[in-house]
T-cell receptor, first 114, second 111 residues
Framework: AQSVTQPDIHITVSEGASLELRCNYSYGATPYLFWYVQSPGQGLQLLLKYFSGDTLVQGIKGFEAEFKRSQSSFNLRKPSVHWSDAAEYFCAVGVLYNNNDMRFGAGTRLTVKP | DGGITQSPKYLFRKEGQNVTLSCEQNLNHDAMYWYRQDPGQGLRLIYYSQIVNDFQKGDIAEGYSVSREKKESFPLTVTSAQKNPTAFYLC??????????FGDGTRLSIL
């Protein structure tokens, strides 16, 4: 069964600084990878997804993520963080043709300092 | 605008009481899901339904029940058998091989 690890529980960055959130997955075949963002008391919003093709995927709000098969990673990046990016970020791995079997990481909470 | 509506936003349960959380979607998605979210644990799947009148248990179905009588609706009942129901509950839906869309959640607390 697939699983996801987000090694960082909490990250603090200064506004304008670059950001990288780590995600490692475990899955035997080609994974279907996602990043979601959650503001306090809200649902999850999809930032980006990877299924196949170009390993660098662009998402909404200026985020991008890179799939590295050799490292089983799908790290999320943003070149310049805005105060409004403060939220919780979840990495998830799914299985093609079986959307019922998505696994979510425990999340990384991002704090943005002025 | 299409989306998923969960109600109520906040819900309180007394000991021994069943409560039902509502989830409605107008995205014409076939599949719907219920997740439980606890701090530091990510999301855990309670139940899912791929088609009307059919649903399957997820990883933590004990103490919960669901129904899927209409494509648009997938209510979750938290029964008195669920001994630790305090959590944030999220409903999601998806079409085939597409990412799940989420509602804004219901926070359930015990009185």
């Amino acid at each position: 069964a697939q699983s996801v690890t987000q090694p960082d529980i909490h990250i603090t960055v200064s506004e304008g600084a670059s950001l990288e959130l780590r995600c490692n997955y475990s899955y035997g075949a080609t994974p279907y990878l996602f990043w979601y963002v959650q503001s306090p008391g809200q649902g999850l919003q999809l930032l980006l997804k990877y299924f196949s093709g170009d390993t660098l995927v662009q998402g909404i709000k200026g985020f991008e993520a890179e799939f590295k098969r050799s490292q089983s990673s799908f790290n999320l990046r943003k070149p310049s963080v805005h105060w409004s990016d403060a939220a919780e970020y979840f990495c998830a791995v799914g299985v093609l043709y079986n959307n019922n079997d998505m696994r979510f990481g425990a999340g990384t909470r991002l704090t943005v300092k002025p | 605008d299409g989306g998923i509506t969960q109600s109520p936003k906040y819900l309180f349960r007394k000991e021994g009481q069943n409560v039902t959380l509502s989830c409605e979607q107008n995205l014409n998605h076939d599949a719907m899901y219920w997740y439980r979210q606890d701090p530091g644990q990510g999301l855990r799947l309670i139940y899912y339904s791929q088609i009307v009148n059919d649903f399957q248990k997820g990883d933590i179905a004990e103490g919960y029940s669901v129904s899927r009588e209409k494509k648009e609706s997938f209510p979750l009942t938290v029964t008195s058998a669920q001994k630790n129901p305090t959590a944030f509950y999220l409903c999601a839906s998806s079409s085939e091989n597409q990412p799940q869309h989420f509602g804004d959640g219901t926070r359930l607390s015990i009185l």
